[in-house]
């Protein structure tokens, strides 16, 4: 497997508009919008030197970004990590053992191919693996 670098960030937010607000009052330039319907998000993206920073609305009170949520607050959701081949991770991962929410690849924000590998298998954090 090989790891290219950390891809993304995703926040959790209630309002994706007023969350934007801090971003851009950083100076960091919004990245367009993006409704990935899916899983139930509109997400955006702001580009910090070589990674970005996304920010998830639930578009659905049962979609994941809200049920994160409602038990979480908003925050910190999933650290996202660049590989060169996802399906080559993935099968990595699945022959290492590592408890995976997706065995295979599902459509990201952006085109990007993704999977997501089990909070259980990574102390706690929700761990994207994205390849574009
Ligand atoms: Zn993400």
Redesign the pocket.
Known sequence: MNILKVD?I?IAVKNLADSAKLYEMLGIPQAGVEEVAEQKVRVSFFPVGDSEI?LLESTSPDGPIAKYIEKNGEGIQ?L?LRVDNLEAALAELKAKGVRLIDEKPRY?AGGAKIAFVHPKATGGILL?LSER
């Open positions: 993304h995703g996304e999933h996202a990201g994207e």
